[in-house]
């Protein structure tokens, strides 16, 4: 059999050298497959391999692959994609719709909170109601959008008599609220989901499996810390991140968190899935595509980072939050036609908010 090529000469790239590549007795979790590979010559047997060990010599071809690319481009042409960040993303999602949906088969998997019977700080009655609020059908449509722009001090916010409440930021064109609105029945449950996109949030709610009675969709900014959401402080169980805080800016990330963390109940977690500091797709990045260290604008002016574990402890830790899980997810993807092999990285966290 020949030799497995790698994409762009450069055998992929693991998370923080080190310390990052090891996990803790206290980091395990239910493996997203059981197939690992132990014989290199049956590399092509399969389109992905879990949980796949690097060499030294990965490493360092990473490590120098990223140290080639990492020119910042000037200031002006930075604060350009800043600007224009969301008329960037709605041109993404305008281009690609619902073509960019995946089913995300891993999420109940990786992340149990979401699944039905798994809640943080409930239980589960067929005719449960959480708070002595009026019944959210009180609000029409219009009321709701109109509510989403606003403080909410009181019980009239949509879902306010829920008694659990997940929040997606960065919903896209609904990869994960659409699961787990199919998978978790739970009468007391309530999705919320928001996107820096307009185009995208409509995407959401045009989509035949939008549920108002269920869920609400609305535009929202997550790098703006000043921006009100339209749930109290408080008020969330969960709050899903999966390939957005990678998106802002690095200068922006703290406050974002903070933001967020206000939101969740004692006890609420914050879940988060992201690219890891040297995956394939930082490695790929040309000259010319450099912000700042680690921090890089696609082709099309999206913009995305990459971070090591410590980074996102320190994050959430400022944040006033406690770490439940800090992991990193190597997997070896495959493509049989071509003889490729890629190496993705992703760091998983699960962050609880102290009682």
């Known amino acids: 059999m020949a030799a497995p090529r790698t994409v762009d000469g450069v055998e992929g790239g693991c998370g923080e050298i080190g310390s990052v590549l090891a996990l803790s007795s206290s980091d395990t979790r239910p493996r997203f497959g059981t197939r690992f590979l132990t014989d290199p010559r049956q590399v092509f047997q399969h389109n992905a391999w879990d ?40 041109e993404f999602y305008t281009i690609h719709e619902n073509r960019f949906f995946k089913d995300r088969h891993w999420l109940f998997t990786e992340f149990p909170e979401l699944a039905p019977h798994c809640s943080l700080n409930h239980e589960s009655h067929p005719n449960a109601r959480g708070t002595d609020c009026s019944q959210r059908s009180s609000l029409d449509e219009k ?16 879902g306010s008599s829920a008694t659990y409440r997940i929040l997606e930021v960065g919903c896209g064109v609904g990869n994960t609220v659409f699961p787990i609105l199919k998978t978790n029945n739970d009468t007391g449950l309530f999705v919320y989901c928001c996107d820096f996109s307009s185009t995208a ?46 998106a802002l800016h690095p200068s ?3 406050t974002s968190i903070c933001r ?20 394939m797709a930082q490695l790929r990045f040309k000259k010319g595509r450099c912000l700042s260290e680690n921090f890089y604008v696609r082709g099309d002016g999206t913009r995305v980072y990459f971070f090591t574990q410590d980074e996102l402890h320190e994050l959430f830790v400022e944040a006033g939050l406690e770490k439940v899980q800090n992991l990193v997810d190597r997997r070896l993807q495959v493509n049989r036609g071509k003889q490729l092999t890629m190496y993705r990285v992703w760091i998983q966290c699960k962050y609880r908010k102290p009682s």
């Open 51 to 90: 949980n796949v060990e690097w060499t030294d010599e990965q490493e360092e071809a990473a490590k120098k692959k990223v140290s080639e690319n990492n020119q910042p481009l000037p200031p002006e042409k930075q604060e350009e994609y800043d600007s224009l960040a969301s008329e960037y993303w709605n």
């Open 260 to 279: 967020l963390a206000r939101l969740l109940k004692p006890g609420g977690v914050m879940l988060l899935r992201d690219y890891g500091r040297y995956d």
């Open 201 to 246: 949030v409509e995407l959401v709610k045009t989509n035949p499996e939008y549920d108002s009675q269920r869920c609400f969709a609305f535009v929202h900014d997550l790098s703006d810390a000043e921006a009100n959401y339209p749930v109290p402080d408080g008020s969330l169980d969960v709050i899903v991140l999966i390939f957005v805080l990678s």
């Open 252 to 254: 922006k990330m703290l």
């Open 143 to 158: 009321q709701w959008q109109e509510s989403a722009a606003l403080p909410h001090d009181s019980c009239d916010f949509p």
